[in-house]
């Protein structure tokens, strides 16, 4: 099964909008807007060692030799041509605006690449009649509606994660370390199907949970202790991310009223999320459900960003962020309490914004969860 199979729509939808904004030449470096224009599985690893430039008439992928093989079957049936001609992406670049009527050609570079590189592209192109137009978020626009390729992705990526939620929550004793959760979370999910991890899995206990991106050490699971695991699986090339908040042993009265206040502020989102509502809406909804629970300002983070190809994408359920979501777009929903010195706790679902409704990929429960 080939979920991330090319899709010859995205292409067409980069050159519409290249149309738009007069840009004859795109040249895209990011790794993971390369692999959601080619769609290409199984191809790429971490290394950014290839460009892409597509034109109104080709659409050519550079990479090199450790790539060729891989790349050339996964383009056999597209309209994407794989070179692996051992010269620079620059020189690449320029064979194809070379192409290009007209007196000037407007070559699209994304703003993200390293100045270096971009003080290399104005070498190459000194003298010649090619203005370099630098790019803000152009691909990854594109990249915030998903489509339903990407959503089934994600959605396998989400049941090998709960799967291993339910394997870790039947192994925790008291007295395991931080660590050794997180080792064998970790290997439930690759054991479950995953890929790779969609970022490095967090496993944090009591105060240390307090921090919302604790590094897991050696700290024990002792009673009375919140536990927050957030972690996920990538498959097909897309992220899942979730996080629940277990207790060794019975928690406080504090600490029930705090994941009470979570869980409500949770559902009472992802019960309004829909199309046309700005991610600012969604996220002080979450804020004034803390506060009348009385955890007001314990929160410290936006409610939510979007998850695919790479675990935090735009747009965001953020306070900054005025602009209505799309259906299409995938976002998670996780609020927090975080009380230094005493415990934090987070619950995080992801799913898909549609016309009237969120989606929610994430089918682990909600119900306290005590260990003992």
Not at 185 to 192: A, K, N, S, V
Not at 208 to 230: C, N, Q, R, W, Y
Not at 278 to 292: F, N, P, R, T, Y
Request: charged letters at 25%.
């Amino acid at each position: 099964e080939n979920e991330m199979a090319h899709n010859p729509k995205r292409l067409s939808r980069l050159r519409a909008v290249m149309g738009e904004q007069g840009i004859d030449v795109l040249y895209v470096r990011e790794l993971s807007n390369i692999s959601w224009a080619t769609g290409f599985e199984r191809v790429f690893d971490d290394e950014p060692a290839h460009a892409l430039v597509v034109s109104a008439r080709n659409c050519v992928l550079h990479t090199d030799s450790r790539y060729f093989d891989a790349m050339k079957s996964a383009a056999a049936d597209t309209d994407i041509e794989v070179d692996n001609s051992r010269m620079a992406h620059s020189a690449v670049l320029a064979q194809v605006s070379d192409c290009i009527d007209g007196d000037i050609v407007r070559v699209g570079i994304e703003d993200s690449m390293p100045l270096a590189e971009y003080r290399a592209l104005q070498r190459t192109f000194e003298g010649r009649a090619i203005d370099l137009v630098e790019l803000s978020g152009f691909v990854e626009e594109l990249r915030q509606v998903k489509d339903e390729s990407e959503i089934t992705a994600m959605r396998k990526a989400q049941s090998i994660t709960d799967a291993a939620f339910a394997n870790i929550i039947a192994f925790m004793k008291p007295g395991m370390t931080e660590r050794e959760v997180q080792l064998q979370l970790d290997r439930y999910m690759y054991e479950g199907g995953a890929e790779g991890l969609a970022f490095g899995t967090i496993v944090a206990t009591g105060a240390h949970a307090a921090s919302p991106h604790a590094i897991p050490g050696e700290t024990k699971l002792a009673f009375g202790d919140a536990v927050v695991m957030d972690f996920g699986a990538r498959y097909a090339g897309y992220c899942s991310d979730m996080t629940r908040t277990v207790f060794v042993g019975e928690p406080s009265d504090e600490a029930r009223r705090a994941y009470g206040a979570i869980r409500r502020a949770n559902e009472e989102c992802e019960a309004m999320l829909r199309a046309g509502l700005s991610g600012a809406d969604v996220h002080q909804h979450a804020e004034a459900v803390l506060e009348e629970e009385g955890f007001g300002g314990a929160m410290g983070h936006s409610l939510g960003h979007s998850v695919g190809i790479d675990i935090h994408e735009a747009p965001n359920l953020s306070p900054r962020n005025p602009k209505a979501l799309c259906a299409g777009n995938v976002v998670t929903v996780e609020p927090g309490i975080y009380l230094t010195g005493k415990f934090g706790m987070r619950l995080e679902d992801y799913g898909v914004v549609r016309d009237t409704s969120y989606e929610v990929f994430t089918q682990s429960t909600h119900e306290m969860i005590i260990i003992s």
